[in-house]
């Protein structure tokens, strides 16, 4: 407000001055007398004044149409010149503006109206570092791999842009299924941008699946010094590394490499279950039985796991049952209330044939935790204990369909493994591999034939064939046994009056209640 009454009173006063000043002009005598060509002209004081302006004015107008002459001239001539950035400007704003549109476009998913919008934009700007990003983008969500490609291509000619370029021709061999190719271009992204989080994944787990074992620890240092990952991450993925490229060693004459890199993984993660298994493998290779022992039993306080517990039974191949639980008992008071350890435990009362502590092994399993080999544990138990078969095919036809414990699981995409293995088979996931519960048990289990040694020793017209009582357990459960099969078989008592039955014989007689009947009721009757 302050700054327009300002102005009002300045123009007013620039009026009153100018009409002063004419006032004055006309009261003054004279004036100038021009002659020129014969021609006479004569003027007062005031319209000399006028004429001096106005002679000042088409002065300035023939200066500033000769500059506009000569920069017409540059301008024909290609220099740069007012007249050229006045265009320039405007080709700019019509660039952003197709520019700006295309990324609303590419927001929107309209992957074709982005790349009208991209090409556009590149014909007003000239700057492929942009607009091909745009096009490349556009191109991907409509699935035209070649125009993206294509984009990506120009995307590698410009420095600034070069990483893009070959990340994105790198993920188009990804989706094509091309991972030899796919690998070069993550080690050439990885050399331009060594901290990028996703190149050093990406080349990781393509590294992990061409065994790649010593270029996968090299990522992994750099990951390391990136701080992308924590310290404890970092042993854990290099033990497993290390392990992996344990396994690959088979041949005799790298049997000591093997060793000291399944050594190495075990003591970068003590509680990585497959290295502690493979140390102590290898201990047990140089007849060192003590160190396997410490590595199994540390690892055991970490995970009781049953692959620990069969290499601990390998360190004492040929003990008997009654010494192999004694010796078992290390493992078995670290963790005992642990499912694994209880199970464990019933395993080794029924090779010593003490069905009944193999019950109060068990505990309250068969109720808060009635997997496959835990209702076959209990199967066994009620055979050792003589009771009927149909009370032993109640149990087992519950075990057909009980859910199987812990298995190895990815935790990416909760496919089930039969095998710890490092990179997931299904979505090629790098150490996502972990023992727990399936949410849904994909795999099948055992028929009923296959079980049928646990409760019928030969069939009709045959040898009477052993009884292999704990091995079948482990079988229904997915999980190796500790015990020898000649332990099994003779930790099993044997009837004279077994028949042959076949798989579809395997039911609960009288509509399932058998398997419903209670326990105290199911051992009365097997005593009976």
Not at 195 to 221: C, I, K, M, N, P
Not at 365 to 389: H, K, S, Y
């Amino acid at each position: 407000m302050l700054l327009s009454l300002i102005k009002i009173l300045a123009f007013v006063a620039a009026v009153a001055g100018l009409t002063w000043g004419a006032a004055r002009l006309t009261d003054v005598t004279g004036g100038a007398e021009i002659a020129m060509a014969g021609y006479e002209v004569t003027l007062g004081p005031l319209q000399l004044v006028l004429a001096i302006a106005l002679l000042a004015l088409l002065g300035w107008l023939l200066f500033k149409a000769l500059g506009l002459l000569l920069a017409l001239l540059h301008f024909i001539n290609g220099d740069d010149t007012a007249v050229s950035r006045w265009f320039s400007r405007s080709r700019e704003r019509k660039g952003y503006k197709a520019l700006g549109d295309g990324l609303v476009a590419l927001a929107a998913g309209e992957g074709e109206a982005a790349m009208a919008k991209g090409r556009k934009a590149e014909r007003y700007l000239r700057r492929p570092e942009i607009t091909s990003i745009l096009v490349a983008q556009g191109a991907e969500l409509v699935g035209d791999r070649k125009t993206a490609e294509g984009a990506y291509r120009d995307l590698v000619k410009i420095d600034r842009t070069r990483f893009v370029g070959v990340r994105g021709l790198m993920r188009q061999r990804l989706a094509e299924g091309d991972t030899d190719t796919a690998m070069k271009l993550a080690q050439k992204a990885f050399e331009l941008k060594p901290r990028h989080v996703e190149t050093q994944d990406t080349l990781l787990r393509l590294q992990a699946e061409a065994h790649d074992w010593s270029g996968a620890r090299a990522t992994l240092e750099a990951k390391r010094r990136s701080g992308a990952l924590p310290r404890n991450v970092v042993r854990r993925r290099d033990a497993v590394l290390a392990l992996s490229e344990a396994r690959d060693v088979i041949d005799e004459t790298a049997s000591i490499e093997m060793r000291e890199k399944a050594i190495e993984a075990n003591r970068l993660s003590p509680d990585l279950i497959p290295a502690a298994v493979m140390a102590a493998r290898s201990y047990l290779a140089v007849g060192n039985t003590r160190y396997a022992t410490r590595v199994i039993r540390k690892a055991w306080e970490a995970e009781p796991h049953p692959d620990l517990a069969q290499v601990f039974a390998e360190i004492a191949p040929e003990e008997d049952a009654q010494a192999r639980l004694k010796r078992f008992s290390v493992l078995l008071k670290a963790r005992p209330d642990h499912p694994e350890t209880r199970m464990l435990e019933a395993e080794l009362m029924i090779a010593a044939e003490q069905f009944n502590e193999a019950r109060r092994a068990l505990g309250d399993l068969v109720e808060t935790d009635p997997t496959a080999r835990v209702l076959t544990l209990m199967a066994a138990i009620e055979r050792g204990r003589g009771a009927d078969d149909a009370v032993v095919r109640g149990w087992l036809t519950r075990a057909l369909t009980a859910p199987r414990g812990p298995q190895w699981v990815c935790e990416n995409c909760h496919n089930v493994h039969p095998h710890w293995e490092p990179v997931c088979s299904n979505c090629h996931a790098f150490d996502t591999l972990g023992w727990t519960r399936p949410a849904e048990s994909g795999t099948t289990l055992p028929r009923g034939t296959e079980m049928l040694p646990l409760i019928v020793g030969g069939g009709v017209g045959r040898a009477e064939a052993p009884v292999p009582a704990v091995a079948e357990v482990r079988e229904a459960g997915a999980t190796a046994s500790p015990l020898p099969a000649r332990d099994a078989a003779a930790s099993m008592p044997r009837t004279n009056g077994d028949k042959e039955m076949d798989e579809a014989e395997i039911v609960v007689p009288q509509g399932d209640k058998t398997a419903a009947r209670s326990e105290a009721e199911v051992v009365t009757e097997g005593r009976k």
